[in-house]
Every structure is written in C-alpha cells, then in structure tokens.
C-alpha cells in the first residue's frame, strides 16, 4: 500500500462540496487527513481578470494559482508540512491566517478545477464528483451569498450568470465522466458518504 492516498472533490458552485467535506472529515480523526482546497490558492485580487463589465472573475483557472497547490500536493505525498497564508478575498483588509498543513495517510484536495488541471488531477488516486442539479446550484448559491454573506441580490444573479454558470459549463462538468465516484447530493448525500467513508477507511489499514 502507498503511503498516501489522494483524493480530488469536485463539483459546481452550490452542489455542497463545503458540507459534504465537512460531514467527510468528521468521519476520521485529525491525524488520519489533510485537506487541500484550491480557495487558498487564489492569486491577489489585483492580478484577478475582469469581465466586459469590470466586475472581477474569480471562477477562472487561471485566478489560481494550481502550480503552487501541485507542489503543496506533492509534498504533502513526500512527507513533508506545508505551510501557506488563509487567502481572504472576500475581505482584503483581514489579516490572513497561516494555515499549516500536516501531511496525513489520506489527503483530500478539493476545488472547482482539481480535474481541470490535468498535473493536478494525475496526482489524485481517486476522483470524487459532487452532483446536483442547475436550479438546486443556484439556489443554494443564493441563499449562501445574499441571505447569509448579505450580498447585493443583483450581484449575486449577475456574477452566476455570467462567470459561475459559464465555468461550470466549461471547466467542471466536462470532467463528470471522468469520476470514479459520483456523489448524488440533489437532497442529501448519506449513502454517498458513507460509501466513501468505508472505502476510505480501508486506505487505513
């Protein structure tokens, strides 16, 4: 057995990858994971593409930086720790955490592009997809961003119309088939989660 096993989360803004992580990594103790997300990755705002209108993009690969998280990966796998600053592009004038990552016997890398970005996904053992349906994205996305975050109703619309649903169309479900695991989470994921948790498990052993 490798002395690792790498696991890739993906899926469309508002499928629930967020919880469905959380909900994984309560399964197992803090030593026994580590959990990469490409939110940590993002490069500064001030080097973020804007769209016709001027409005930043922060659904684009290119907005992250997947060569930085592919070293982290990789040495995470050789035995290394990682450390890297908590990215807070929701509000620039926080003072970011340092995150430190301990290398673990399972690692769980998650993010939009984790099989865009073919370095990154070739370093993954097992590709997990989290599906749900356009209309149950959307509204989750509503309800996290305007009811909970308290942004504009019509940025919220805006942004996901066109930079959310455009990249999700483009560099996330093309991926689907890819899978090795596809988690249905249009109501909720039991049966998912634990069929993922069980498999894991045995990675322990």
Do not use: W
């Not at 088939?177 to 989660?193: C, R, S």
Request: with cysteine; hydrophobic share 35%.
């Amino acid at each position: 057995m490798s002395k690792n096993y790498t696991v890739g989360l993906c899926g469309g803004s508002g499928s629930g990858k967020s919880y469905f992580l959380h909900q994984l990594c309560a399964q197992f103790s803090p030593e026994q994971y580590c959990l990469v997300t490409l939110d940590n990755y993002y490069k500064p705002r001030e080097k973020q593409e804007k769209d016709a209108q001027g409005v930043l993009n922060f659904d684009l690969p290119q907005g992250i930086q997947l060569d930085k998280c592919l070293q982290d990966i990789q040495a995470l796998r050789a035995g290394k720790v990682v450390e890297l600053e908590e990215y807070t592009f929701n509000n620039p004038t926080k003072k970011p955490n340092i995150i430190v990552l301990q290398p673990a016997p399972i690692i769980l890398v998650e993010g939009l592009f984790v099989f865009h970005d073919q370095a990154i996904k070739d370093s993954l053992d097992l590709k997990v997809y989290i599906e749900a349906e356009d209309h149950i994205r959307i509204k989750r996305r509503i309800l996290r961003d305007h009811k909970e975050r308290g942004y504009d109703m019509a940025d919220v619309l805006y942004r996901y119309e066109h930079h959310v649903f455009p990249s999700y169309q483009r560099y996330i479900a093309p991926y689907k088939p890819e899978a090795d695991i596809i988690i249905n989470n249009q109501t909720n994921f039991e049966v998912g989660l634990n069929v993922l948790t069980g498999f894991l498990k045995t990675k322990l052993l």
